[in-house]
């Protein structure tokens, strides 16, 4: 799978190429100046994909310790790719240069990963993403855990059952191209199937939701970047929603991989000690779900990228 993902991105290696495509999404978003700015972003852009690929594969070999650091780094990388498709100017000012989120730099004795919290900022890259990608005048939540974050990665089901016998998901049945929810689905979370129709379309206006026979249906594409409040299994090819009502939100998991890589490179930068206690010693089970989450991070984020340029440009 990586060696797919990495040669797609090769597609892109080519100015004339990208400048074409820019002009094309520049020309569709009434851009002024299209040529001139598909021309001028042409290299830039081929020069984060680039770059994130370096940093990604490094971090496939490298010890956990830094994997975080590598990770993270490839990861805005690529955001940094992906925000030039739609918004020529950047960055237009220093204050999109920022993370755009802060945790707490001095580790509480008895620390705990999962209860550790990230909070948003009002300026910086992530809420230029929320704006620029998705539409999001602001984030649904101001600060959030560790764990209530974790949870939005259908990978990690079986880990959060295993360790803290934790339901997260709610799975969905698949026949043929279809998704769907039947009125059981929706009784837990104490709606009609109508009223979770509503609810889903409100939290995500771009989704394609039918009603049919006591059933919802959505239409499965191959599009996994923006389904949220839909989750996707790269491992099993599935669909999900959150078991939680409260964690019924629009919330694309690109973001829950940045504020998570955010968190995790801080610590391996600031909170040496604890970090290396941590994958020392084994007797914490923050490890477990650290090391699980970076392994399918390494993999998953240059996947949902590649998503991405594939449904917009191609």
């Known amino acids: 799978m990586n060696d797919e993902v990495w040669n797609f991105y090769k597609t892109f290696y080519s100015s004339q190429t990208v400048q074409q495509l820019l002009y094309r999404s520049y020309k569709r978003n009434h851009i002024e100046d299209k040529e001139k700015k598909s021309f001028d972003n042409c290299y830039s852009f081929i020069y984060y994909l680039e770059h994130a690929e370096n940093f990604f594969k490094q971090s496939y070999h490298s010890p956990i310790t830094i994997q975080p650091i590598l990770s993270f780094y490839g990861l ?13 100017f950047y960055p237009a000012s220093s204050t999109v240069l920022a993370h755009g989120v802060s945790t707490r730099k001095k580790k509480k ?15 910086g890259l992530f809420s230029h993403l929320l704006q620029i990608l998705f539409h999001m005048k602001h984030c ?21 059952f295993l360790h803290n016998k934790l339901n997260i998901l709610i799975p969905l049945e698949k026949e043929k ?7 059981n689905m929706a009784n837990q979370y104490h709606m009609s199937l ?6 889903l379309s409100h939290c995500n206006p771009s989704l394609e939701l ?8 959505m239409k499965e594409k191959g599009t996994y970047w923006n389904q949220s409040p839909f989750l996707w299994n790269m491992k099993t090819n599935e669909w999900s929603l959150p078991h939680n009502r409260e964690s019924l939100y629009y919330f694309p998991e690109i973001l829950v991989h940045y504020l998570v890589l955010y968190n995790l490179s801080m610590i391996a930068r600031y909170d040496t000690e604890w970090w ?9 089970l923050d490890l477990v779900f650290i ?15 590649m998503n991405y340029l594939k449904e917009y440009f191609i």
């Open 76 to 88: 805005t990388q690529l955001l940094k790719a992906i925000i030039l498709t739609v918004d020529p």
């Open 109 to 123: 004795q008895n620390y705990c990963f999962l209860k550790d919290e990230v909070k948003i900022q009002k300026n």
């Open 140 to 160: 649904p939540v101001d600060k959030i855990s560790m764990k209530d974050l974790l949870i939005r990665i259908p990978e990690l089901e079986e880990s959060f």
């Open 177 to 183: 191209d279809d998704v769907f929810i039947t009125n």
């Open 194 to 199: 109508k009223r979770l129709n509503e609810y």
């Open 210 to 217: 039918n009603e049919h026979h006591n059933q919802l249906y």
């Open 276 to 284: 290396y206690e941590l994958n020392h010693h084994h007797d914490q």
């Open 291 to 305: 090391s699980e989450f970076l392994f399918l991070s390494n993999r998953k984020i240059p996947f949902l990228v």
